[in-house]
C-alpha cells in the first residue's frame, strides 16, 4: 500500500490518545526538520507505539481468529512446558540414587569374584566392575580364589546386614504352582527404610514368618496373616506384611523370607548392607583388588577426582531431553507456523478496510507490516503464557496420575520440579512463533490498493507460473538425493574397506531419509499450481465438488499451509509405520516358534524314558488333563543312550542315528548332525496338531513316507533325499572326540556305520515353522528304519492361549509328577511374538489426530470466509445438501492432498532406509494396507465428519432471494 502525502497518521501517532497526553518534545534534529517542513515527523518509538496500539485493538476485535491462533500456539506450548516439568522430575540427583541403593546405610559390599589387581569399579555403580583381560576375553592376572564373606572387607566389630537378592523358590498359589523371585535376609531392617518399603502389616519376629509383594500376595489369593508354602521342602510361612523394592513394581511376584531360609532358594546374589561404615576411594580401590566390589554414599555422591563414574548426573540426561523436545519445539512450531498463518491470511482480510484507512491518514508501509506482524506476537505471548501456566499444572497432574512409587521408572517421580529457565525459553518460543506466522500474511498486506480496499474490493489472486518450475527443481533434488543416497550406502555397505560409521556414510543415510522431506517440499512449493489442477478435476464431479476446488484455488494461503501441516504429519506417519511393519516382519520372520499359538508343550525327559515310554506319556496327558485341551498329540524322537558323568555311553553298543544330505560331508562332523532332539516322529493324524497347517502337497507326501524339514534355521541341506545313519554309540562317541581334536579326521578313524537309508526329504513351509526340529518323519518311517524312539514332547491344544491359573495348574501338576528313576517333565506355553498392531494403531490415532486438528482449522477457516458466498448461494435456491457436499469436498480436497503426499514421501523415505540398512530391513514387508488407511480412510473419515457437521444458517441481511 503505497503512502500517501496526508500526515494523517503522523499526527495520530503524536496524538494524545496514542501517546498518552504527552506532547513531542520538539528538539534535536527532529525538532529543527519539523520547523523547516512545518510538520513534525514522528519519532520511530511513537510510531511502534501506534502500531502496537492498533495491533492490538485488532486483536480484541477478532475475538475469533485471536483465539484460534492462541489456542493453535498454546498446544504446543502446552505438551512442551508439560513434558519438560515431567521429565525433570523424574531427573534424580546422585544423593537420592544413594538413598534408594542404600536406605539409611552407609555402605553396601557385594563379592565380585577372585582377587584382582587389576579390578576397578565405577564409584557409583558396583555392577560397572571389570578386571584387565587378554585378546581372548581372559584375564591377564591369575586370580585367587573368591571371598565367602564381608569379614575380611569391613573393619573388626562393624554391623553388616546381609540380604540375598534374585533368588527363586516355587510357592504353591491360587491356580497351583509358582515360580517367584525370592529375596533372603531382614530386607524388612529400619535401616534399609528407602531402599524397601513397608506397605502393610508389620516386619517378621521369628523364623517362620516372611513378608511378600503384593502382587504376589493376590497371586496366592491370601491376605496378610495367612500363609504361603514352599512347594520344594514343603515349609511354610505366615505373611505378616506387604513389602516391595522402591524400585520394583508393587505387581512383581516377590517374596521376602527370613536369612534363616536361605538354604530353601535357589540361586541369589549375596550383599551386605553396611549401617556405619563406608570406605574411602583408596579403601574401594583395596576391596576391588580382594575380590569385592562396593558402593560407599560419598564416594557415590561426590566422586573423587579420576573415579570411574558410571551414572554421571542426570543433567547430562536432562539435556538430551531437552535437545529433543528442542527438535518436537521444531516440528511443532513448523505446524503452528503454518496454521496459524492461514489464520492470520483470514484475518489479515478482515482486516483490509481499516489497514486501508490507516494508509489513508498517513500510514507507511513500515507501519502496515507492523501492525499484522505484532499481532502475532501479542497473541503468541498470550498462547506461550497460557500454554506454560497450564502446561505446569498439567504436568504436575500427569506426575500425580502416574505415581506409582516406582522410583526410576516412568511410574515414579524424585520430586516436583519446574525448570524455570527452560519454561521461559519456551515462552520466548511461543512468541518467536506467534510472530513468524504473521510475516507473509503482513507482507501480503501491504501489497494491497487502499482505495480499492476501501471499496471493499479483493485483488484477485493470480498464479506465479514461474514457481512451479521452482518447485520442480526442488522436488527433482529431493528425489535425486534420496536415491542416491540409498544406492550410494548400499554400495558403500558392499564394499570392502568402506567405513560405516564414516562421515560419507552417516551422509549418505540422511540424504536418503530427509530426500523425500524435500520432495515434500517442493509439492508445498506448487501448492497453488496443485490446487488448481485439482480444481479442473474436481470440475467434472458435480456442482459442490466444483465449488469446493475452485475455493480452495482461489485461497491458497489459508489451503496451501493446511494440507502442508498434514503432509508433515503423514510423511512422520508413513515412515514410522513403514519401519515398524517391517520390523514386525523381521521380528516374526526370526521367530522359532514350539507349536502354534494356544498350544502347551509338556516335555518328557529321563534315562528311562525310551524303556517305558508309555509311563512318560501317561504323566504327560495326566498334566493337561481336565484344564480345557481340545486335543493332544505326541511327539516322538530317535532314542539317546543314557552317559556317565563324562558324556560317554554307558552301553557301548547302543544305537544311534545320524543325518546328512548328498551335498554334506561324511568326514566332517559339521556335516554330520545327531538324529536325538531334530528328528520328531509322529503320526500323520497328529502332523497339524503339532505343526498347524500344512500343505496338502507336503501332509500327502508325507503319509507317503517322505520326510518333511520344517526347521526354521534349518542345518540340513534343502535336498531331495536324507540319509539316516544308525551307529554304536561308543564308536560315533570316539569319532566325534576325534573330529573336535583334529578336523576332518583322517579317513582311516572313520567308523563304520550299521546301516544306512536313504529317505525321499521335502521342504515345507508352514505358518509356524519350528525352532528345535529339523526333521519330521511319519511313526511308519521310523518303523522301517528300525528306530528305537522315545516320548518328548506332548502338544495340547487350546481354543486360546490358557490363562495363567491354567498354566500354574499344570506347574503345580507337573511338579508333583515323578517318573522312573530320573524322569521330569516341564511346561512351555506358546503365545507367540509380540503383536505390534497396538504400536500401528497407535500411530495411525495420532496421525488421526493431527490431521483433524489441522483440517479441521482449515475447514473452520473456510466456512468462515465462505459465509457470503453462502448466502449468496442460499440466496439463488442451494439447499442445505450443496452446502454439506461442499464441505464435504474441501475436506477431500485439502486432506486428500495432505495424506496422499505424506505417505508417499514418507513410503519413499522407508525405500531409502532398506536401502541404507545392509539388509536389516526388506521394502517387501512394508505393510501397505496400514498406509492406505492412512492416504486415503483419513479424508474419507474427515469428509464423512464435515458432511455430517452442517454449516450455520446463512445470513441474508444483504442478500435477496430470486422468486
Same mark, same amino acid.
Not at 528 to 533: G, P, R, S, V
Given at each position: 500500500?503505497? !503512502?500517501?502525502?496526508?500526515?494523517?497518521?503522523?499526527?495520530?501517532?503524536?496524538?494524545?490518545?496514542?501517546?498518552?497526553?504527552?506532547?513531542?518534545?520538539?528538539?534535536?534534529?527532529?525538532?529543527?526538520?519539523?520547523?523547516?517542513?512545518?510538520?513534525?515527523?514522528?519519532?520511530?518509538?511513537?510510531?511502534?507505539?501506534?502500531?502496537?496500539?492498533?495491533?492490538?485493538?485488532?486483536?480484541?476485535?477478532?475475538?475469533?481468529?485471536?483465539?484460534?491462533?492462541?489456542?493453535?500456539?498454546?498446544?504446543?506450548?502446552?505438551?512442551?512446558?508439560?513434558?519438560?516439568?515431567?521429565?525433570?522430575?523424574?531427573?534424580?540427583?546422585?544423593?537420592?540414587?544413594?538413598?534408594?541403593?542404600?536406605?539409611?546405610?552407609?555402605?553396601?559390599?557385594?563379592?565380585?569374584?577372585?582377587?584382582?589387581?587389576?579390578?576397578?569399579?565405577?564409584?557409583?555403580?558396583?555392577?560397572?566392575?571389570?578386571?584387565?583381560?587378554?585378546?581372548?576375553?581372559?584375564?591377564?592376572?591369575?586370580?585367587?580364589?573368591?571371598?565367602?564373606?564381608?569379614?575380611?572387607?569391613?573393619?573388626?566389630?562393624?554391623?553388616?546386614?546381609?540380604? @540375598?537378592?534374585?533368588?527363586?523358590?516355587?510357592?504353591?498359589?491360587?491356580?497351583?504352582?509358582?515360580?517367584?523371585?525370592?529375596?533372603?535376609?531382614?530386607?524388612?531392617?529400619?535401616?534399609?527404610?528407602?531402599?524397601?518399603?513397608?506397605?502393610?502389616?508389620?516386619?517378621?519376629?521369628?523364623?517362620?514368618?516372611?513378608?511378600?509383594?503384593?502382587?504376589?500376595?493376590?497371586?496366592?489369593?491370601?491376605?496378610?496373616?495367612?500363609?504361603?508354602?514352599?512347594?520344594?521342602?514343603?515349609?511354610?510361612?505366615?505373611?505378616?506384611?506387604?513389602?516391595?523394592?522402591?524400585? !520394583?513394581?508393587?505387581?512383581?511376584?516377590?517374596?521376602?523370607?527370613?536369612?534363616? #531360609?536361605?538354604?530353601?532358594?535357589?540361586?541369589?546374589?549375596?550383599?551386605?548392607?553396611?549401617?556405619?561404615?563406608?570406605?574411602?576411594?583408596?579403601?574401594?580401590?583395596?576391596?576391588?583388588?580382594?575380590?569385592?566390589?562396593?558402593?560407599?554414599?560419598?564416594? #557415590?555422591?561426590?566422586? +573423587?577426582?579420576?573415579?570411574?563414574?558410571?551414572?554421571?548426573?542426570?543433567?547430562?540426561?536432562?539435556?538430551?531431553?531437552?535437545?529433543?523436545?528442542?527438535?518436537?519445539?521444531?516440528?511443532?512450531?513448523?505446524?503452528?507456523?503454518?496454521?496459524?498463518?492461514?489464520?492470520?491470511?483470514?484475518?489479515?482480510?478482515?482486516?483490509?478496510?481499516?489497514?486501508?484507512?490507516?494508509?489513508?491518514?498517513?500510514?507507511?508501509?513500515?507501519?502496515?507490516?507492523?501492525?499484522?506482524?505484532?499481532?502475532?506476537?501479542?497473541?503468541?505471548?498470550?498462547?506461550?503464557?497460557?500454554?506454560?501456566?497450564?502446561?505446569?499444572?498439567?504436568?504436575?497432574?500427569?506426575?500425580?496420575? @502416574?505415581?506409582?512409587?516406582?522410583?526410576?521408572?516412568?511410574?515414579?517421580?524424585?520430586?516436583?520440579?519446574? +525448570?524455570?529457565?527452560?519454561?521461559?525459553?519456551?515462552?520466548?518460543?511461543?512468541?518467536?512463533?506467534?510472530?513468524?506466522?504473521?510475516?507473509?500474511?503482513?507482507?501480503?498486506?501491504?501489497?494491497?490498493?487502499?482505495?480499492?480496499?476501501?471499496?471493499?474490493?479483493?485483488?484477485?489472486?493470480?498464479?506465479?507460473?514461474?514457481?512451479?518450475?521452482?518447485? =520442480?527443481?526442488?522436488?527433482?533434488?529431493?528425489?535425486?538425493?534420496?536415491?542416491?543416497?540409498?544406492?550410494?550406502?548400499?554400495? =558403500?555397505?558392499?564394499? @570392502?574397506?568402506?567405513?560405516?560409521?564414516?562421515?560419507?556414510?552417516?551422509?549418505?543415510?540422511?540424504?536418503?531419509? %530427509?530426500?523425500?522431506?524435500?520432495?515434500?517440499?517442493?509439492?508445498?512449493?506448487?501448492?497453488?499450481?496443485? =490446487?488448481?489442477?485439482?480444481?479442473?478435476?474436481?470440475?467434472?464431479?458435480?456442482?459442490?465438488?466444483?465449488?469446493?476446488?475452485?475455493?480452495? $484455488?482461489?485461497?491458497?494461503? !489459508?489451503?496451501?499451509?493446511?494440507?502442508?501441516?498434514?503432509?508433515?504429519?503423514?510423511?512422520?506417519?508413513?515412515?514410522?509405520?513403514?519401519?515398524?511393519?517391517?520390523?514386525?516382519?523381521?521380528?516374526?520372520?526370526?521367530?522359532?516358534?514350539?507349536?502354534?499359538?494356544?498350544?502347551?508343550?509338556?516335555?518328557?525327559?529321563?534315562?528311562?524314558?525310551?524303556?517305558?515310554?508309555?509311563?512318560?506319556?501317561?504323566?504327560?496327558?495326566?498334566?493337561?488333563?481336565?484344564?480345557?485341551?481340545?486335543?493332544?498329540?505326541?511327539?516322538?524322537?530317535?532314542?539317546?543312550?543314557?552317559?556317565?558323568?563324562?558324556?560317554?555311553?554307558?552301553?557301548?553298543?547302543?544305537?544311534?542315528? @545320524?543325518?546328512?544330505?548328498?551335498?554334506?560331508?561324511?568326514?566332517?562332523?559339521?556335516?554330520?548332525?545327531?538324529?536325538?532332539?531334530?528328528?520328531?516322529?509322529?503320526?500323520?493324524?497328529?502332523?497339524?496338531?503339532?505343526?498347524?497347517?500344512?500343505?496338502?502337497?507336503?501332509?500327502?507326501?508325507?503319509?507317503?513316507?517322505?520326510?518333511?524339514?520344517?526347521?526354521?534355521?534349518?542345518? %540340513?541341506?534343502?535336498?531331495?533325499?536324507?540319509?539316516?545313519?544308525?551307529?554304536?554309540? $561308543?564308536?560315533?562317541?570316539?569319532?566325534?572326540?576325534?573330529?573336535?581334536?583334529?578336523?576332518?579326521?583322517?579317513?582311516?578313524?572313520? +567308523?563304520?556305520?550299521?546301516?544306512?537309508?536313504?529317505?525321499?526329504?521335502?521342504?515345507?513351509?508352514?505358518?509356524?515353522?519350528?525352532?528345535?526340529?529339523?526333521?519330521?518323519?511319519?511313526?511308519?518311517?521310523?518303523?522301517?528304519?528300525?528306530?528305537?524312539?522315545?516320548?518328548?514332547?506332548?502338544?495340547?491344544?487350546?481354543?486360546?492361549?490358557?490363562?495363567?491359573?491354567?498354566?500354574?495348574?499344570?506347574?503345580? *501338576?507337573?511338579?508333583?509328577?515323578?517318573?522312573?528313576?530320573?524322569?521330569?517333565?516341564?511346561?512351555?506355553?506358546?503365545?507367540?511374538?509380540?503383536?505390534?498392531?497396538?504400536?500401528?494403531? %497407535?500411530?495411525?490415532?495420532?496421525?488421526?489426530?493431527?490431521?483433524?486438528?489441522?483440517?479441521?482449522?482449515?475447514?473452520?477457516?473456510?466456512?468462515?470466509?465462505?459465509?457470503?458466498?453462502?448466502?449468496?448461494?442460499?440466496?439463488?435456491?442451494?439447499?442445505?445438501?450443496?452446502?454439506?457436499?461442499?464441505?464435504?469436498?474441501?475436506?477431500?480436497?485439502?486432506?486428500?492432498?495432505?495424506?496422499?503426499?505424506?505417505?508417499?514421501?514418507?513410503?519413499?523415505?522407508?525405500?531409502?532406509?532398506?536401502? #541404507?540398512?545392509?539388509?536389516?530391513?526388506?521394502?517387501?514387508?512394508?505393510?501397505?494396507?496400514?498406509?492406505?488407511?492412512? *492416504?486415503?480412510?483419513?479424508?474419507?473419515?474427515?469428509?464423512?465428519?464435515?458432511?455430517?457437521?452442517?454449516?450455520?444458517?446463512?445470513?441474508?441481511?444483504?442478500?435477496?432471494?430470486?422468486?
Amino acid at each position: 500500500m503505497p !503512502r500517501p502525502a496526508a500526515p494523517g497518521f503522523a499526527a495520530l501517532a503524536q496524538g494524545p490518545d496514542l501517546d498518552r497526553g504527552r506532547a513531542m518534545r520538539g528538539r534535536g534534529a527532529a525538532a529543527r526538520r519539523g520547523a523547516r517542513t512545518g510538520t513534525a515527523r514522528p519519532s520511530a518509538w511513537a510510531r511502534w507505539r501506534a502500531d502496537l496500539r492498533l495491533a492490538g485493538r485488532q486483536v480484541r476485535r477478532t475475538k475469533g481468529s485471536s483465539a484460534l491462533v492462541v489456542a493453535l500456539v498454546a498446544l504446543p506450548v502446552l505438551a512442551l512446558s508439560g513434558g519438560v516439568v515431567f521429565a525433570d522430575s523424574h531427573m534424580s540427583t546422585p544423593a537420592q540414587r544413594a538413598d534408594m541403593a542404600l536406605g539409611q546405610g552407609q555402605s553396601w559390599v557385594g563379592i565380585a569374584g577372585g582377587a584382582d589387581p587389576s579390578r576397578m569399579q565405577a564409584v557409583d555403580d558396583p555392577n560397572w566392575a571389570d578386571v584387565d583381560v587378554d585378546d581372548n576375553g581372559d584375564p591377564i592376572h591369575e586370580q585367587g580364589p573368591a571371598p565367602t564373606d564381608v569379614a575380611g572387607a569391613v573393619p573388626a566389630g562393624t554391623r553388616t546386614i546381609e540380604v @540375598t537378592q534374585y533368588g527363586s523358590v516355587s510357592v504353591n498359589t491360587a491356580g497351583g504352582i509358582g515360580q517367584v523371585e525370592a529375596v533372603t535376609g531382614p530386607a524388612w531392617d529400619p535401616v534399609l527404610t528407602g531402599r524397601y518399603v513397608t506397605l502393610d502389616g508389620s516386619a517378621p519376629e521369628t523364623g517362620a514368618q516372611a513378608m511378600v509383594s503384593p502382587g504376589l500376595l493376590k497371586r496366592l489369593g491370601a491376605s496378610i496373616g495367612g500363609t504361603v508354602t514352599l512347594t520344594d521342602s514343603d515349609r511354610t510361612f505366615t505373611i505378616t506384611g506387604t513389602l516391595r523394592e522402591r524400585d !520394583r513394581e508393587p505387581s512383581d511376584d516377590v517374596i521376602f523370607l527370613p536369612a534363616a #531360609a536361605s538354604g530353601l532358594v535357589q540361586g541369589g546374589v549375596p550383599g551386605w548392607f553396611v549401617p556405619d561404615w563406608q570406605p574411602d576411594y583408596a579403601q574401594l580401590q583395596q576391596l576391588n583388588h580382594d575380590g569385592y566390589v562396593a558402593l560407599a554414599r560419598d564416594l #557415590a555422591v561426590n566422586p +573423587p577426582a579420576g573415579a570411574t563414574v558410571a551414572n554421571g548426573t542426570d543433567s547430562s540426561w536432562f539435556w538430551v531431553g531437552v535437545t529433543i523436545a528442542t527438535i518436537a519445539a521444531a516440528f511443532g512450531g513448523y505446524l503452528v507456523v503454518l496454521l496459524a498463518g492461514a489464520a492470520f491470511a483470514v484475518a489479515a482480510r478482515r482486516q483490509e478496510r481499516s489497514l486501508a484507512m490507516a494508509v489513508s491518514v498517513g500510514a507507511s508501509r513500515s507501519d502496515v507490516f507492523r501492525i499484522v506482524v505484532l499481532q502475532g506476537t501479542v497473541l503468541g505471548a498470550v498462547g506461550g503464557v497460557l500454554g506454560s501456566a497450564v502446561g505446569v499444572g498439567l504436568g504436575f497432574a500427569l506426575l500425580a496420575v @502416574t505415581d506409582h512409587g516406582v522410583a526410576g521408572s516412568f511410574w515414579g517421580h524424585w520430586s516436583y520440579d519446574v +525448570p524455570w529457565l527452560v519454561i521461559v525459553g519456551v515462552v520466548v518460543f511461543a512468541i518467536l512463533v506467534g510472530t513468524i506466522s504473521a510475516i507473509a500474511p503482513a507482507r501480503a498486506a501491504t501489497h494491497g490498493d487502499p482505495l480499492a480496499a476501501l471499496r471493499g474490493s479483493r485483488r484477485p489472486v493470480t498464479l506465479n507460473v514461474r514457481r512451479p518450475l521452482w518447485a =520442480l527443481l526442488v522436488m527433482a533434488v529431493g528425489l535425486i538425493a534420496s536415491i542416491g543416497g540409498a544406492l550410494g550406502t548400499a554400495a =558403500l555397505d558392499r564394499a @570392502t574397506n568402506a567405513d560405516p560409521t564414516g562421515q560419507l556414510h552417516a551422509t549418505l543415510i540422511i540424504a536418503a531419509i %530427509l530426500g523425500p522431506l524435500v520432495f515434500q517440499i517442493g509439492l508445498i512449493v506448487a501448492g497453488h499450481f496443485t =490446487l488448481a489442477q485439482v480444481a479442473k478435476v474436481l470440475s467434472r464431479w458435480g456442482l459442490a465438488a466444483r465449488i469446493a476446488g475452485r475455493d480452495a $484455488a482461489a485461497n491458497p494461503s !489459508r489451503v496451501v499451509p493446511a494440507f502442508a501441516v498434514i503432509a508433515a504429519c503423514v510423511f512422520v506417519a508413513a515412515f514410522s509405520i513403514s519401519v515398524v511393519g517391517m520390523t514386525a516382519r523381521e521380528t516374526n520372520d526370526n521367530y522359532s516358534w514350539e507349536g502354534h499359538p494356544g498350544t502347551v508343550a509338556v516335555g518328557m525327559w529321563g534315562d528311562d524314558a525310551a524303556t517305558h515310554p508309555d509311563d512318560f506319556v501317561e504323566a504327560a496327558r495326566h498334566v493337561v488333563a481336565g484344564t480345557g485341551a481340545t486335543k493332544t498329540a505326541t511327539v516322538w524322537t530317535t532314542a539317546q543312550p543314557v552317559t556317565d558323568d563324562d558324556g560317554n555311553p554307558i552301553d557301548p553298543d547302543a544305537p544311534e542315528w @545320524t543325518l546328512t544330505t548328498p551335498t554334506g560331508h561324511a568326514n566332517d562332523p559339521s556335516f554330520v548332525y545327531d538324529a536325538g532332539g531334530q528328528v520328531a516322529v509322529l503320526s500323520p493324524d497328529d502332523l497339524e496338531t503339532v505343526l498347524g497347517p500344512v500343505p496338502a502337497a507336503a501332509r500327502d507326501a508325507f503319509r507317503d513316507g517322505t520326510a518333511l524339514s520344517i526347521a526354521k534355521f534349518p542345518n %540340513l541341506d534343502d535336498d531331495s533325499e536324507v540319509t539316516v545313519s544308525m551307529w554304536k554309540s $561308543a564308536s560315533l562317541t570316539d569319532f566325534r572326540q576325534q573330529a573336535y581334536s583334529q578336523s576332518p579326521p583322517p579317513a582311516a578313524s572313520l +567308523p563304520s556305520p550299521i546301516s544306512t537309508t536313504s529317505i525321499p526329504m521335502m521342504r515345507a513351509s508352514l505358518q509356524y515353522p519350528q525352532g528345535s526340529m529339523q526333521l519330521v518323519i511319519s511313526t511308519a518311517t521310523a518303523k522301517r528304519l528300525g528306530m528305537a524312539l522315545q516320548p518328548q514332547t506332548l502338544y495340547a491344544l487350546y481354543p486360546k492361549a490358557p490363562s495363567t491359573s491354567v498354566v500354574d495348574g499344570i506347574t503345580a *501338576a507337573v511338579a508333583n509328577t515323578r517318573i522312573g528313576s530320573n524322569g521330569v517333565l516341564n511346561v512351555q506355553v506358546e503365545k507367540g511374538p509380540a503383536s505390534f498392531d497396538p504400536v500401528l494403531w %497407535l500411530i495411525v490415532a495420532a496421525a488421526m489426530v493431527l490431521v483433524f486438528g489441522a483440517g479441521s482449522v482449515c475447514l473452520g477457516l473456510a466456512r468462515f470466509e465462505r459465509r457470503p458466498d453462502d448466502a449468496t448461494l442460499a440466496a439463488v435456491g442451494a439447499g442445505g445438501r450443496i452446502r454439506r457436499g461442499i464441505g464435504a469436498w474441501q475436506a477431500v480436497t485439502i486432506v486428500g492432498i495432505g495424506t496422499v503426499v505424506g505417505t508417499v514421501s514418507g513410503t519413499i523415505s522407508a525405500w531409502a532406509l532398506t536401502k #541404507a540398512s545392509n539388509g536389516l530391513y526388506s521394502f517387501a514387508a512394508t505393510p501397505w494396507l496400514w498406509l492406505a488407511i492412512t *492416504a486415503f480412510g483419513l479424508p474419507l473419515v474427515m469428509a464423512a465428519a464435515s458432511w455430517l457437521i452442517p454449516p450455520r444458517a446463512p445470513d441474508l441481511t444483504r442478500r435477496t432471494a430470486i422468486a
